[in-house]
């Protein structure tokens, strides 16, 4: 037995991504660079590279919940992190076992884009989301355009409201906050906010990187699995969490023909400038 202390053990739940740069194996990247041990269930294979989703091939509901089960049954787990779960049993198994554990964090990241392989259940997956993971999330990453999709009730009909009114939606669907990313708007700087009950929690702005990125919102959301597994306190984990996350963004490479992948051991190459995040 080792005679230093065991790192924090995180359980992720999230479809398989060959190509390395979202998905199960963004979590197990960021979450093994940030000092965790990962532990994994599948909930879909995918086929895809660094441009797109093509095909995706769900799991089934129990192979899903006997994986977990096993894992619960030996290990004890400091954060649960849940990504794209591929289908509403999926989901519903997810939800009955993390329920059983409610002091433990769950940071949800309702991967929404990857359903887009198959729009015959979009509808479906963002229901179930909606009513039986968002309430039991500690924090739920997401953007703003999915954000709106995540509160719709009626697919035919868009969203009202501001991003404020939509995450306060959220929060009163029951989750504790919701931190919204500004990735996608059209800014100078990358501004994200979390909201919680009394609305706006803190804001932090990022220099916005060039080029287009595969697997930047996995990366975050395993970041904040990873710190608040480490103990950090939830603001600062908030903020830690983002920090790493652009650092990986910032040393990010593109290895093929498609997106920038997020380079999640940046700190590891040798010879290399760590580059200094903004002020925020």
């Known amino acids: 037995m080792p005679a230093y202390p065991l790192p924090p053990v995180v359980l992720t739940f999230a479809a398989a991504d060959p190509s390395g740069g979202g998905g199960l194996q963004a979590d197990l990247l960021t979450l093994s660079s940030m000092g965790c041990h990962a532990l994994s269930v599948v909930t879909a294979l995918t086929v895809q590279d660094t441009a797109e989703v093509d095909a995706v091939a769900p799991v089934d509901a129990e192979w899903v919940a006997d994986q977990a089960r096993l894992l619960l049954e030996d290990m004890t787990v400091q954060a649960f992190k849940v990504g794209y779960a591929a289908t509403v049993e999926n989901i519903a198994a997810i939800a009955e076992i993390v329920s059983d554990y409610p002091d433990i964090p769950l940071i949800l990241d309702p991967v929404l884009l990857s359903a887009r392989a198959d729009e015959s259940n979009v509808d479906e997956l963002v229901a179930a989301l909606r009513d039986l993971l968002v309430p039991q999330a500690t924090v739920v990453t997401t953007s703003a355009a999915d954000l709106r999709r995540l509160v719709q009730e009626d697919a035919d009909e868009p969203e009202e409201g501001t991003i404020d009114d939509c995450a306060a939606r959220l929060v009163q669907l029951g989750a504790e906050f919701v931190l919204v990313t500004g990735t996608h708007q059209n ?71 498609g997106r920038v992948l997020p380079d999640r051991f940046f700190w590891a190459r040798e010879g290399d400038d760590e580059p200094a995040p903004p002020d925020a």
């Open 187 to 257: 800014t100078p700087e990358v501004i994200n906010t979390l909201y919680g009950a009394e609305g706006v929690v803190r804001q932090d702005k990022w220099e916005r990187l060039p080029g287009r990125f595969h697997g930047a919102g996995c990366t975050l959301s395993a970041a904040i699995a990873a710190a608040l597994a480490n103990g950090v306190e939830f603001a600062e984990a908030i903020r830690d969490a983002q920090e790493y996350t652009w650092q990986t963004l910032a040393a990010g490479f593109r290895p093929g023909m």
